[in-house]
Every structure is written in structure tokens, then in C-alpha cells.
């Protein structure tokens, strides 16, 4: 079966410091898409960055990069430059034959 | 801009009532899913849909059911609510795989409440 697991229920940040999220996933497949979203306390969710299990590169998006292991079957959300503004929850989640699953969440604060 | 709408933002039911959780999308998406959110268990999978009137059940399908007779439009059935499913409920929508990026696009979610 597939599974999503995210162990950090919560993390703190100094502003401006980079932070590391982590996630790791469980699949026999070797054909799946990784994704990182941003749940704001607003509770919109926003798609941050995806990587393809096929892509040799990591994936960045701006500020964000996804430290992608295969091996280790670890998807870790990397931002950089923490801003006040990435306060929030962030979901790691797995595609694969269309289904989409998640983890179980990491609540970031950034400390001014 | 894609829009995934759900029809509510809150809602308050009775126990034993039959409740409906209307989505509705407009790019063409394939796909469609069914969500709760619960503080702790993250974003666990009711139900999702890859075609009209073709579902698969999720991790979590006890208790539901879902409807799609149209490309656009995703229901999800409570026949009987109860308490344990007050929540928060989200639905989203995304281009079947293989399609280019294939990222799922969420509605704002219904905060439901059974009393």
C-alpha cells in the first residue's frame, strides 16, 4: 500500500535561516510524483513544487527545493531565506495511477 | 485561473441526516478526489474519481459515497451523519496522469458540523 510519513508534527524557523521538512513515502511502484503544498491558516492549499519519480534533477521552485532520495524513498521540502510569510502547514504527498495521497502534516513557525 | 468550487463553506446537520457536498470544476480536469482534514491525521482520501461515473474508493470510504455524472461536477454523500464525521472537507481536481504537471488544484473546503 502507499503510504505518505511526515514525523515533524512541528518545527520552528529564525527568520531568514533555511529549514528542512521532512518526508518519506512508501511505494513498490516505480512510477509516482512527489508534491509539496502550503496550507496558510487562511486554509487555502497551495502547490509549492513537484518532482516526477523519473527526474534525474531535484526539483527548485524559487526559494523552494525538494531534496529528492530515491534510495532512501525520501522527498525532504527545503526552503530557503525563511520569510515570516511560510508560517503555515505543509503537506508532502504522493501521486500514483492518479490517486493522490498525503502526510500528515508539519506546522512551520518563523521567529522574527 | 483554475476554480474548484465547493458548494458550502460551513454546514450544520443533524445526526442521521443524509448530507450532500457538492464540487465543481471547470478545467476539464479527469480527476477529482474527496478529503477530510482532521488536526494531526493530515488530508486522508474518501473517495476519488478518474471519469465520468468511475470512482475508486480511498482510504477512508466508510460512511460515504460520491457521485459523478458529469465531467465537472463531484458529490459526496454522507447516507447517514454522525458525529464522527463533523470535519473539515476538501475537494480538489487534476489532469489524469502523464498529461503534463499534474498537480491537484483544491476548492476553499466545507466546514462540516453534525450535532
Known amino acids: 500500500a502507499q503510504k505518505i510519513t511526515q514525523t515533524q508534527p512541528g518545527m520552528f524557523v529564525q527568520e531568514k535561516e533555511a529549514v528542512t521538512l521532512d518526508c518519506t513515502y512508501d511505494?513498490?511502484?516505480?512510477?509516482?510524483?512527489l508534491f509539496w503544498y502550503k496550507q496558510p491558516s487562511s486554509g487555502e492549499m497551495i502547490f509549492l513544487i513537484y518532482?516526477?519519480?523519473?527526474?534525474?534533477q531535484n526539483a527548485t521552485e524559487g526559494r523552494y527545493s525538494l531534496n529528492f532520495q530515491k534510495a532512501r524513498k525520501s522527498a525532504n521540502l527545503v526552503i530557503s531565506a525563511s520569510q515570516l510569510g511560510d508560517s503555515a502547514m505543509y503537506f508532502c504527498?504522493?501521486?500514483?495511477?492518479?490517486?493522490?495521497?498525503f502526510g500528515q502534516g508539519t506546522t512551520l513557525q518563523v521567529k522574527p | 485561473d483554475v476554480k474548484v468550487t465547493q458548494s458550502s463553506r460551513y454546514l450544520v446537520k443533524r445526526t442521521g441526516e443524509k448530507v450532500f457536498l457538492e464540487c465543481v470544476q471547470d478545467?476539464?480536469?479527469?480527476?477529482m478526489f474527496w478529503y477530510r482534514q482532521d488536526p494531526g491525521l493530515g488530508l486522508r482520501l474518501i473517495y476519488f474519481?478518474?471519469?465520468?461515473?468511475?470512482?475508486e474508493k480511498g482510504d477512508i470510504p466508510e460512511g460515504y459515497s460520491v457521485s459523478r455524472e458529469k465531467k465537472e461536477r463531484f458529490s459526496l454523500i454522507l447516507e447517514s451523519a454522525s458525529t464522527n464525521q463533523t470535519s473539515m472537507y476538501l475537494c480538489?481536481?487534476?489532469?489524469?496522469?502523464?498529461?503534463?504537471?499534474?498537480?491537484?488544484?483544491f476548492g476553499q473546503g466545507t466546514r462540516l458540523t453534525v450535532v
Open positions: 480538489a481536481s487534476s489532469l489524469a496522469g502523464g498529461r503534463g504537471h499534474t498537480e491537484a488544484f
Open positions: 478545467m476539464d480536469h479527469e480527476n
Open positions: 518532482q516526477g519519480s523519473y527526474d534525474q
Open positions: 504527498a504522493m501521486r500514483k495511477t492518479g490517486k493522490l495521497i
Open positions: 511505494t513498490s511502484d516505480p512510477s509516482y510524483g
Open positions: 474519481s478518474y471519469d465520468v461515473k468511475m470512482k
